[in-house]
Each structure stands twice: as structure tokens, then as C-alpha cells.
């Protein structure tokens, strides 16, 4: 099978660009520099971008195993550089850094399909100053910074064509992949389920496994994908941390047990709020909910001599918790990433987290899974404890689940949540004055947020029409008596997260 091989140099995108590898039907894998194996399938090598500068001490540099690897190479950003300098060209620290959308000319000779000039996604301050021999630039930013070149063979672009925000960033992916590296199209998401179940098959032998159920898509996901591997030596496990939405403890462990998952519910919501008691700080609160969780699945394996511990990892929570990569960049903490202890008395099975939201949907649909399963909205592992901003107690999260019911149901009854990727309110530790009644109120504030997102990478707030907020709002305030003001997040990921902890 042909396939496309990343070498990651810690860029937040670098699984993006993968996945956009496969979307378009070539197989495609990550590994780091040092962990990159010379493969007969692969047809060609895409160098990542990354937080370094190569003229760094201690700078990563271009892969050994390269040398005499007759395979075309395409860099981008930390990659270009790389790529820059073993042909013998120059990378210095730039006069202009470019960051954000930035608006490139392009060559028409090289990119026949492409307009003359697009918006791309830029985010370095170094730059090519002496382009290597027999290279000629492809590219150039409105700065006048080489932006791209190419010698005919190897090819290497300033930006980043793998994210959303660069104009025709898939065409120049497809012409490297398809036209320089003549790869087939043979790769199919169902081939990953096939592979997995065989993995997951040679690690756990003849242990047993349970899983952390939430009800979510890649939970869920997961625990069909083990299921298949290993039938009853999986055990699914829900916990009830008090922080679910409103009756959700109810419906998805009906939802879980209709697949036919071993389940086995605990209730320790007390056990949870006593942990977070006194606790503001947003990443203490994630480690504390992720610390909590382990020791109440540690505790229920011990019951069933498990070995595993089954989670739903996917990657955008990886790349988020700086977990991607040794050198890339931490943004926040995940309960089932960066919030696990030191030390585990099971062994970590997290067979999705090569993959974005959108992937464990379409997996999910190839593993015969019902779509209202697949549907449901992402809902974050430490749930309303991140939604409620501050410290966390029973009566937040009771106060929070009121409002959060409300503003689902205005949105499920004018038809709006169709149309949304992932929408929810948040508790915020302000009060405001306000008149309820004829009398004087002084209640809490609550943000509502909707966005629109194919992998959670990136976001963009939901325009919601008036009247509909009009109507979210007006039943909030009448019907929470605890809360007196409503406001909503315009906010688009970058420069915000989609969560506000």
C-alpha cells in the first residue's frame, strides 16, 4: 500500500496534515525524527513544521535515514527550513515575522489551477534569505519573503496548506502527494478499524479491559473498536462525576447498553466535589477530575482483574495538552491526556488518538454504530467542571444544568442545533444587578456559545439569529431564578479555545 510519511517536528498541525493525507485516499503515518523508519511503500516524506529555529543549538535536524532515500520531500515552515539548508541554502531570523492570514502570490507556471495570489496561514519569524542551488521560489508572501521553492523534485512552502485557513492548501497537498509522488488512492478509514482491532488484539493478549464511558463519540467509538478485538474481556465503565448535562447519566448508559457493552454504572459525583472543594485554577480542576477518575476506574478493575484502561483519546486533545510531540507546545490539560497521575496501576489503551472528531464519526458509521450515537455534540471528559469557571460545587452544576437544558432545547425546537458542531452555556463567578419582579436582583451571569468545526482545531462562532438568543435568553432569566444576566461568546478558535477552561 503506497503511503505518505510525516516526519513531526512538534507543529500543532502536524496530525492535521496527516489526516488531510488520508482524507484524500493515501495512507499516511507520523513518527518523530528519531522514531522514522526507510520504508519500501513510502512514496514520499512531508517534514513538519515546529517551534525551533534550525540555526538553534540542540535544533532538530533533518533525518539521517533521509540520506539516499530516492523520495520526494516536501517541508513546511520549520520543514522548509530544513529543507533549506541541507540543499545549501540560508535561514535567518526574519526582520518581518508573519503571523496569521497573509496574502501570498503564487507561480502559475508551477500551479496552472491556482490564482495568482491566495490567503494562507503563516506563523514564523524566520525566513529562507539564500535559496539552495537549482531551487527557484514558487512563492512569495506581500512581504516580499520567499514563501515557497521548489528544485522540481522537493518542494517546501512557509505556510501551512494542512489548515483551513489557507485558499487551496489541499490542491498543493494533492499535487505533491498525486502529480511529484505519483501515490494511488488505495487507503479507506476502514482499513484503520482493521488494523486497530489487530492491534489492540496483540496488546491486551489474554488481560482484561475496561473503559471509561461517557456516552461521546469516541468513547463510544472505542469501546465498539475493543469490543471487536477482545468481546468480554472488555467491561465498559461510567462514571458519574455530577458534572454530565441534565439526565445524561440516564440516557447514555440506556444509549451504551443497546450496543450490546458490558456496563457497569458508579455514582461518585460527592466524591468529585469533594476533590474540587476550593479549587479555581482551571488546569488544577482538569488534573484533579482526571487524578479522580483513575482512581475510581482503578478501584472498579481491581474488582474485575483488568489490566487496561480503555480511553477515547482523540488527537485534538493530544496536540492540546502538548502530548503530540516532545516538542510542542502545551495549550491546556485534558482529563484523559495531560490531567493523569505520575504513576497508573493499569496500562493505557487509546486506540482513536491518531484521530480528529470528524475521522471517529465516519469510523464510527463504518463500525455499523446507530447515527444518534455518532451525532451528539463533543462534550468536554471533565464536562460542566470546565464550564464552570471558578470553583465547582453541587449547586454550580445544578444551576448550570438548568440553563444548559434551556438553551438546548430553544435550539433542538427551532431546528439551529443541526446546524451547529458544538453549542453549550457556562457558568461565570460574576454577579449583576438586575430587576426581577419589581425588586431589585443581583444574580449570576451566564455565556452562551455556539461554534462551527470539522476537527475542533479550529472554531467559528455560530451566527445565531436574534430572535432565537432573544428567546434562550428570556427563558434563562425566567426560569433559573439564580441567574440575571445572559451574554453570548463571539469568539472564533484562534485567537479563544472552544471551552473557556
Not at 59 to 81: D, N, T
Not at 109 to 117: M, Y
Not at 349 to 370: H, Q, T
Amino acid at each position: 500500500m503506497d503511503r505518505i510519511a510525516v516526519i513531526d517536528y512538534g507543529s500543532q498541525y502536524t496530525l492535521l496534515l496527516a489526516r488531510r493525507i488520508r482524507e484524500m485516499g493515501v495512507f499516511c503515518t507520523v513518527a518523530s525524527p528519531e522514531e522514522f523508519k526507510v520504508e519500501s511503500e513510502i512514496k514520499g516524506v512531508v517534514l513538519s513544521g515546529g517551534p525551533q529555529s534550525v540555526y538553534e543549538e540542540g535544533a532538530l535536524g533533518f533525518p539521517k535515514q533521509l540520506e539516499g532515500f530516492p523520495v520526494p520531500i516536501m517541508g513546511i515552515c520549520y520543514g522548509m527550513h530544513l529543507l533549506a539548508k541541507k540543499l545549501g541554502g540560508e535561514v535567518r531570523s526574519g526582520a518581518l515575522g508573519e503571523y496569521g492570514l497573509t496574502n501570498v502570490s503564487m507561480d502559475n507556471e508551477r500551479f496552472r489551477d491556482i490564482p495568482e495570489e491566495i490567503v494562507t496561514w503563516m506563523s514564523h519569524g524566520d525566513e529562507v534569505t539564500s535559496l539552495p542551488a537549482e531551487c527557484k521560489v514558487i512563492a512569495r508572501s506581500k512581504n516580499g519573503i520567499t514563501a515557497g521553492f521548489s528544485n522540481g523534485r522537493d518542494i517546501a512552502f512557509q505556510f501551512h496548506p494542512e489548515v483551513n485557513h489557507t485558499q487551496f492548501g489541499t490542491n498543493l497537498i494533492e499535487d505533491f502527494v498525486f502529480n511529484v509522488c505519483n501515490a494511488s488512492r488505495n487507503w479507506k478509514l476502514s482499513a484503520f478499524a482493521e488494523r486497530k482491532v489487530e492491534e489492540i488484539k496483540r496488546i491486551v493478549g489474554s488481560s482484561k479491559v475496561v473503559g471509561g464511558l461517557s456516552g461521546g463519540v469516541d468513547s463510544t467509538v472505542a469501546a465498539v473498536l475493543t469490543s471487536k478485538a477482545v468481546g468480554d474481556a472488555f467491561t465498559g465503565i461510567f462514571v458519574n462525576h455530577g458534572l454530565m448535562r441534565k439526565n445524561e447519566d440516564i440516557e447514555v448508559c440506556e444509549a451504551l447498553r443497546s450496543l450490546g457493552i458490558k456496563l457497569i454504572n458508579v455514582d461518585a459525583s460527592e466524591e468529585f466535589f469533594r476533590e474540587l472543594k476550593g479549587i479555581d485554577n482551571p488546569e488544577e480542576k482538569r488534573k484533579i477530575i482526571g487524578k479522580t477518575f483513575i482512581k475510581v476506574f482503578e478501584r472498579e478493575a481491581n474488582k474485575l482483574n483488568a489490566s487496561f484502561l480503555l480511553q477515547g483519546t482523540i488527537y485534538s486533545d493530544v496536540i492540546e495538552s502538548g502530548a503530540a510531540s516532545k516538542n510542542s507546545a502545551k495549550i491546556k490539560s485534558h482529563h484523559n491526556v495531560g490531567g493523569l497521575p505520575d504513576k497508573m496501576n493499569l496500562k493505557l489503551l487509546e486506540p482513536i488518538r491518531e484521530l480528529f472528531k470528524d475521522e471517529v464519526r465516519n469510523l464510527g458509521y463504518s463500525l455499523g454504530i446507530e447515527p444518534s450515537l455518532l451525532t451528539r455534540q463533543p462534550f468536554p471528559g471533565p464536562g460542566l467542571g470546565v464550564r464552570i469557571i471558578g470553583e465547582v460545587d453541587s449547586e454550580k452544576a445544578r444551576i448550570l444544568k438548568e440553563v444548559d437544558s434551556i438553551f438546548m432545547d430553544v435550539l433542538r425546537k427551532s431546528g439551529e442545533s443541526e446546524k451547529i458542531w458544538q453549542s453549550f452555556a457556562v457558568l461565570l463567578p460574576v454577579f449583576s444587578v438586575g430587576v426581577k419582579g419589581d425588586k431589585r436582583s443581583y444574580g449570576y451571569v451566564v455565556a452562551l456559545r455556539a461554534v462551527n468545526s470539522s476537527e475542533g482545531m479550529t472554531a467559528s462562532w455560530h451566527e445565531l439569529p436574534h430572535e432565537i438568543l432573544r428567546e434562550a435568553s428570556s427563558r434563562i432569566t425566567s426560569g433559573v431564578r439564580e441567574v440575571g444576566r445572559v451574554v453570548f461568546d463571539i469568539t472564533d478558535k484562534p485567537p479563544a479555545t472552544i471551552e473557556w477552561e
